[in-house]
């Protein structure tokens, strides 16, 4: 398949990847159609096949293009950490903000374990291979406990995943499973979940983490 040649051949194919996001998180895979996709993004159908061979392709296309956003979204907001238990907070955090701004993540991922089972495999993998090695330089810096990187770095991966089914897209329960209602997760949520993480990495509580509660209660009183 032809890649983009020029940055407007990069601009289309970016138009019809947000369009499909839209679409096929509105009407699932099934009954969503090239033409629809393509008028959702103003671009002819024919302009259409000089990027995608097919609506599979796009669909595993845009699995992976979310894949890759997502990772980045994760990956910079570890980078913020000076040290485990911080990279741990700032990445959920991105990881949040990114699910909140892109709510087709849920759908298109879990629809592909039907359409493309190995694009679904690989969403997965690939988070879990840049998991895994961060938690590994943090073991061998005595940053974490004595636990195995891998099983680590699944496990808390599906924290990630269910925390945000839960608070960001059903805040109120009513929206539907892939509703527009996708919120923020609750602070109080947030440091729960970040003091649970760090419990089960062995790692003490950052100070951030554990000072965040008392400024909140400041700026209530």
Same mark, same amino acid.
């Given at each position: 398949m032809n890649q983009p040649r020029t940055k407007r051949g990069e601009q289309t194919k970016a138009k019809l990847l947000a369009a499909a996001e839209g679409v096929f998180a509105e009407q699932g895979y099934q009954a969503a159609s090239i033409a629809r996709?393509?008028?959702?993004?103003?671009?002819?159908?024919?302009?259409?096949?000089?990027?995608?061979?097919?609506?599979?392709?796009l669909f595993e296309q845009l699995v992976d293009?979310?894949?890759?956003?997502?990772?980045?979204a994760m990956s910079d907001g570890a980078a913020r950490g000076s040290?485990?238990?911080e990279a741990e907070r700032e990445g959920f955090r991105e990881f949040f903000a990114f699910t909140a701004e892109h709510p087709a993540l849920y759908r298109v991922v879990r629809e592909a374990e039907?359409?493309?089972?190995?694009a679904m495999r690989a969403h997965y993998e690939?988070?879990?291979?840049?998991?895994?090695?961060?938690?590994?330089?943090?073991?061998a810096a005595g940053e974490i406990g004595d636990v195995d990187p891998e099983v680590a770095a699944w496990?808390?991966?599906?924290?990630?995943?269910?925390?945000?089914?839960?608070?960001?897209?059903w805040p109120?329960?009513?929206?539907?499973?892939?509703? *527009?209602? /996708?919120? @923020?997760?609750?602070?109080?949520?947030? &440091?729960?979940?970040?003091?649970f993480v760090q419990r089960a990495l062995g790692t003490a509580p950052?100070?951030? *983490?554990? /000072?965040? @509660?008392?400024?909140?209660?400041?700026? &209530?009183?």
């Open positions: 996709i393509t008028e959702r993004a103003s671009v002819a159908q024919g302009t259409f096949y000089l990027y995608f061979e097919s609506k599979l392709d293009d979310l894949n890759r956003r997502v990772r980045k040290n485990r238990a039907f359409v493309s089972p190995g690939r988070i879990v291979e840049g998991y895994r090695e961060g938690l590994e330089r943090a073991r496990a808390l991966m599906g924290v990630g995943e269910m925390i945000g089914m839960r608070y960001v897209l109120t329960g009513d929206d539907g499973p892939y509703g *527009t209602g /996708a919120t @923020p997760v609750p602070d109080d949520v947030f &440091d729960e979940m970040v003091a950052s100070e951030l *983490t554990a /000072a965040a @509660p008392a400024a909140r209660t400041q700026e &209530d009183s």
